[in-house]
């Protein structure tokens, strides 16, 4: 179980998760140099806006959803960049990427519409893959 929260309504750049690095390499290739994952006031008021009660209803998840999600892949237009994927009653994206400095941060965080057809898809072309941990 993960250590962090997340403050919603928070106005300083917050740790709000540890990666399991190896696990995010042997599936999907990206090879993360931190584990760390950040979140910064801005992200958050991208999710509020862009994305009305995701952030209420379901930031509390994040920091579960980055050390166990249900799959994870890598959006082919986002370079260093990886997707995590809960399904609870909805089915949630995090898109976490790297930037050049070395740091992890989350990009956004929303509902899947039509997250079961999505998923499948995404499975069929190998876009994500199930999050298994490494032995």
Known sequence: MSTCSIDINGTEI????TLNIEAIKQL???EFPVADVYMYPG????V??????VMEAYGHLIPGMI????YVGCN????NSIELVKVISEHLLLSIQLDPSQYIFVSSFYRLDNGIEKIQRRL????????????
């Open 76 to 79: 082919p237009k986002v370079p």
């Open 124 to 135: 069929a072309s190998g876009r994500i893959v199930r999050y298994r941990t490494v032995d």
């Open 43 to 46: 992200a958050i008021k991208h």
């Open 48 to 53: 509020k806006k862009h994305h009305p009660g």
């Open 28 to 30: 999907t290739g990206i």
């Open 14 to 17: 917050q740790k709000v998760g």
């Open 67 to 70: 050390s166990h999600p249900d």
